[in-house]
């Protein structure tokens, strides 16, 4: 399984961006998926994850300002950011718990970046 990322850029203080990510391979099932981001500096956090059975929970530094949403049929998930601040500069990583054929396993983007200039 191979997750890929796109829809990194450079944005200005308040505006918007979507990221897409779409999963490809042999694919059995979704557990969950979802969005990381790491600042420069920083640890890897949890930003926004989707799960099958509809339960969705966000990083409390995103609530009201970004949204994730998954297109099963596509294997896909997206993450809407509006609203956006500096401090949403990061690498994003979508993730994955994906059932290849052998049970749920974690998998990573290579991650895209996103720069919210002040």
């Known amino acids: 399984v191979q997750l890929v990322e796109s829809g990194g850029g450079v944005v200005n203080t308040g505006g918007s961006l979507r990221l897409t990510c779409t999963a490809s391979?042999?694919?059995?099932?979704?557990?969950?998926m979802g969005w990381y981001r790491q600042a420069p500096g920083n640890q890897r956090e949890s930003v926004a994850l989707l799960a099958t059975g509809g339960q969705i929970t966000y990083a409390d530094s995103v609530k009201g300002r970004f949204t994730v949403s998954r297109d099963n049929a596509k294997n896909a998930v997206y993450l809407e950011m509006t609203s956006m601040k500096p401090e949403d500069t990061a690498v994003y990583y979508c993730?994955?718990?994906?059932?290849?054929?052998?049970?749920?396993?974690?998998?990573w983007g290579q991650g895209t970046l996103v720069t919210v200039s002040s």
């Open positions: 391979g042999t694919i059995f099932g979704t557990v969950l």
């Open positions: 993730y994955g718990i994906i059932d290849s054929g052998v049970g749920p396993l974690e998998q």
